[in-house]
């Protein structure tokens, strides 16, 4: 099963990109993806983007990940 996680775009020097992922700051490789620019939100697997995803649905997502998390610990 693989799993992506959301992330916003906070910088972007050539093919790599800082992406915020749940106030974790990460590199990620944006090469699949390079119409994105700072502020867009990204599906992220393996440490590269791999789909834009619009900000509504990026914080719906991060919500039930948090939630998930709640009962995980």
């Known amino acids: 099963m693989c799993l992506a996680i959301i992330g916003r775009i906070e910088k972007i020097e050539g093919d790599m990109a800082i992406a915020e992922i749940m106030a974790v ?35 719906e997502t991060e919500e039930i990940l948090k939630e998930v998390l709640q009962y995980s610990e």
């Not at 090469?31 to 789909?51: C, Q, T």
Request: no cysteine.
């Open 25 to 59: 700051r990460r590199k990620i490789s944006i090469v699949l993806v390079p119409e994105i620019k700072v502020g867009d939100y990204v599906m992220i697997h393996a440490g590269f983007a791999i789909n834009p995803i619009d900000e509504e649905a990026a914080k």
